[in-house]
């Protein structure tokens, strides 16, 4: 469904088909719409598809298969080095034909994380600090890498970059982050409905 949803937000931001095509798909949509929310769940209930401990968020928005939103972003380590690639489409848009700053920064944010948690230190984002160096391309094959610079008891710095697959060695965007590990009575007041109910 991730897949079918992505084309559809994809489509409907490049159309330019005329209005009485575009009011019958909107109809069309509300159809398809309206039994996926017979049954839903709550704001503290995880997705039965997910796997918290395990890392696994369908409808994360930077690297759910499932999520309408996500380019998506896969992610995966080399050593010391997180990688993601993906390709954005005309739905990631700021500038015309190159992507939102806050889409860019959204993205480092997760490859960041990414680098952090699987290094076995998971935290969560304090501060990022993004320097855009050229505007990130539309339709092209984008290549992100992230690792840690420093681990400072409960406080851990990584940085990252975003290229292009062609050319690894010219950061359009780079990022250091600040990740802070929750003790656990912050974790147990930011997170204890949503663990309380996955028991
Ligand atoms: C295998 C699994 C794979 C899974 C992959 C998953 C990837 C996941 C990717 C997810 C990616 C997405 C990630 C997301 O999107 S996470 C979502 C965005 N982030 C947030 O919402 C976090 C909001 N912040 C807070 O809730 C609090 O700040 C927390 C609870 C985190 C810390 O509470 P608190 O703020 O009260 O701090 P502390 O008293 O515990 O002290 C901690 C230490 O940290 C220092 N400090 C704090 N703030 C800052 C700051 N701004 N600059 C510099 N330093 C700062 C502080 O001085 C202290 O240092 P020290 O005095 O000890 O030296």
Redesign the pocket.
């Known amino acids: 469904m991730g897949e079918a949803l992505r084309l559809l937000i994809e489509n409907a931001t490049a159309t330019e088909m005329p209005t009485e095509h575009i009011l019958r798909a909107a109809e069309l949509i509300r159809q398809a719409a309206a039994p996926l929310g017979e049954h839903r769940r709550g704001r503290f209930d995880t997705a039965s598809a997910d796997d918290l401990l395990?890392?696994i968020r369908l409808y994360n928005p930077v690297t759910g298969e499932g999520s309408a939103f996500a380019p998506p972003v896969d992610m995966h380590r080399e050593g010391d080095l997180a990688i993601g690639t993906c390709t954005l489409g005309r739905a990631f848009e700021g500038p015309p034909s190159f992507a939102h700053g806050g889409v860019s920064a959204m993205l480092l944010?997760?490859m960041l994380?990414?680098a952090v948690?699987?290094a076995g230190h998971p935290g969560?984002?304090?501060?990022l600090d993004t320097v855009y160096r050229s505007p990130v391309p539309l339709y092209t094959p984008l290549r992100m890498t992230a690792s840690i610079t420093e681990v400072n008891?409960?406080?851990v710095t990584a940085t990252g970059a975003i290229t292009t697959t062609t050319a690894p060695t010219t950061a359009l965007v780079e990022a250091t982050g600040?990740f802070?590990a929750?003790?656990s009575d912050?974790a147990k007041r930011?997170f204890g409905p949503v663990l309380d109910r996955s028991a």
């Open positions: 395990g890392g944010d997760q994380g990414y948690t699987t969560m984002t304090v501060r008891g409960r406080r600040l802070v929750l003790r912050q930011l």
